[in-house]
Every structure is written in structure tokens, then in C-alpha cells.
């Protein structure tokens, strides 16, 4: 089915590993995004991408690395977890821009950091 | 920062009833006002999104009212059933960061049996 595509579904950490979330869609999607959820705060933004090889911080990029290499593919990096990057992440895509279109989510990934 | 203000925080209903959340929002250069839905477990899925050159948009049991002079939206849920138990998030346009949404703090709705 078409969509957006994160693996893995779940991940616990030990402080101070690093781990990739992976983003895949096959929508021919230009903009992708990354969010985390938090409880009571919606989602924030942490990075975005406009098309391959363009990529942007949101507001909450820090301890976060982002490429975009090809157009369905948007991992995010995180460097050296910290427990305060539990989290639930939802990547996005959407057509240019997503204000027009909305974004189709991804169905998340629950990461714990202990 | 564009700032996005959600009410209720939560909300239980019962059946056959109706739900209504509401979004204030900051700017008034949007176009675009969309709500999603949210169930545990899933990411959130749009359900219906309006434009600012109408008032108000149906689709099925779902209704956006939109206030441009108040700077509010709000999202009428008629005939509430159980399947609708959710959390519901307004989003508006950002200024910056690509166009992407910033998204209000989410309403659970509860519909009772």
C-alpha cells in the first residue's frame, strides 16, 4: 500500500548510543518532515526536507541529524541519546507545500531512552 | 513563534451527541486549516481541512467552522460514536520552516457507549 514507512516500530536505548530511524515513502513525495510527540505538546518539528539533497532544522533540532539522499528515503540520526529524546516520532510527506496538501504520517516509532 | 491554542484538553461525550473542539490560532496570513485524528498506537491522519474564502466545510459528520475575524476554526463532530474516540489536533501554516504546520497540544475525545 502506498504511504509513509518507519522502521522499527519500537527501540530502547542505553544514554549515549546512537540509532537510525528510517522514513520511507512512495508517494513521490517533494517535502518530508520529522516530528516527536510528546504528551501535551503535539508535535514538534525537528527537521524537514524540500526535496533530495535539501534538507532544514525545525524547531527542536538539537542531537538530531537528518540527509536526504533520494527522494523516499529520510532517516533521522539521533547522535548520543539522551533521555530526554523519548519520544514517539512520526515522519511526514506531503506534495510542495504541505499547507496546500497536509501531510501523510508515517506510523511511528516509540523510543525510550534509559 | 506562531503560537496555536486547542480547547478542550479532553472531552467525553456521550453517544449520539456533539463534539466540539476548537483552534485559535495567531496569524492571519494561512490558507490552509486542517484537523487531524489521531488513535493510539497510529500516526495521525488528516480528516478534513478547510480554506479561509468559506465559513464552513461538511463532510459526512464532520464540520470545520471557520471565524476569520476571530482568528478561530473549529471542528464539529455530529452523531458521536465510539469509533470516533480519539485525539484530535488543529495545525496552521507556519511562517517559517518551509511551510510546514505547527500543530495545536491535541483534544481526546471519549464517546461513551
Known amino acids: 500500500n502506498a504511504g509513509v514507512t518507519q522502521t522499527p516500530k519500537f527501540q530502547v536505548l542505553k544514554t549515549g548510543q546512537s540509532m537510525t530511524l528510517q522514513c520511507a515513502q512512495d508517494?513521490?513525495?517533494?517535502?518530508m518532515s520529522w516530528y516527536r510527540q510528546d504528551p501535551g505538546m503535539g508535535l514538534r518539528l525537528i527537521h524537514y526536507s524540500v526535496g533530495a539533497g535539501i534538507t532544514d532544522q525545525g524547531e527542536v533540532p538539537n542531537g538530531y541529524n537528518v540527509s536526504r539522499s533520494t527522494t523516499e528515503d529520510f532517516p533521522l540520526r539521533l547522535l548520543s541519546a539522551a533521555p530526554s529524546q523519548t519520544s514517539v516520532y512520526f515522519c511526514a510527506s506531503s506534495l510542495p507545500p504541505p499547507s496546500n496538501y497536509g501531510y501523510t504520517f508515517g506510523s511511528g516509532t516509540r523510543l525510550t531512552v534509559v | 513563534q506562531q503560537q496555536v491554542k486547542q480547547s478542550p484538553q479532553s472531552l467525553i461525550v456521550q453517544k449520539g451527541g456533539i463534539s466540539i473542539i476548537n483552534c485559535a490560532y495567531e496569524?492571519?496570513?494561512?490558507?490552509?486549516f486542517p484537523w487531524y485524528q489521531q488513535f493510539p498506537g497510529k500516526g495521525p491522519a488528516l480528516l478534513i481541512a478547510?480554506?479561509?474564502?468559506?465559513s464552513e466545510k461538511k463532510e459526512g459528520r464532520f464540520t470545520i467552522s471557520f471565524n476569520k475575524s476571530a482568528k478561530q476554526f473549529s471542528l464539529h463532530i455530529m452523531d458521536s460514536q465510539p469509533g470516533d474516540s480519539a485525539t484530535y489536533f488543529c495545525a496552521v501554516k507556519r511562517e517559517n520552516y518551509g511551510q510546514n504546520f505547527v500543530f495545536g497540544p491535541g483534544t481526546r475525545l471519549s464517546v461513551l457507549p
Open positions: 508517494m513521490n513525495h517533494e517535502y
Open positions: 496569524n492571519t496570513a494561512f490558507d490552509y
Open positions: 478547510i480554506r479561509p474564502d468559506v
